[in-house]
């Protein structure tokens, strides 16, 4: 299982981003995915999740009506989009395999992260 992570920067609050997870070594199509993020000094904090088909998204709270999940099977990419950013988002994302609900954080396969600052 490979899981890349791509996409991050610094961008001023309000700004936004797309953030990509490109996917191998597995059956894309058969596994929910998800994000994570750890902001410095916390804690990792389950952020979003899909379903295998894509038809279904997850969001945790703060993130909702902001930040969209998606996913394309054919290239087995899974997305995140940052809309609306605050200084609150700042930290690192990663995306993971599987989904066993929002309180989970601690996913077996998991990228190796892409940074997002939000800053003024």
């Known amino acids: 299982v490979q899981l890349v992570d791509s996409g991050g920067g610094s961008v001023q609050p309000g700004g936004s981003l797309r953030l990509s997870c490109a996917a191998s070594?597995?059956?894309?199509?058969?596994?929910?995915m998800t994000w994570v993020r750890q902001a410095p000094g916390k804690g990792l904090e389950w952020v979003s999740s899909?379903?295998?088909?894509?038809?279904?998204?997850y969001y945790q709270y703060s993130v909702k009506g902001r930040f969209t999940i998606s996913r394309d099977n054919a290239k087995n990419v899974l997305y995140l989009q940052l809309n609306s950013l605050r200084t609150e988002d700042t930290a690192m994302y990663y995306c993971?395999?599987?989904?066993?609900?929002?309180?989970?954080?601690?996913?077996?396969?998991r990228g190796q992260g892409t940074q997002v600052t939000v800053s003024s």
């Open positions: 993971a395999r599987d989904f066993f609900g929002s309180e989970y954080v601690s996913y077996e396969y």
């Open positions: 070594g597995f059956t894309f199509s058969l596994y929910y």
């Open positions: 899909i379903n295998m088909d894509g038809t279904i998204p």
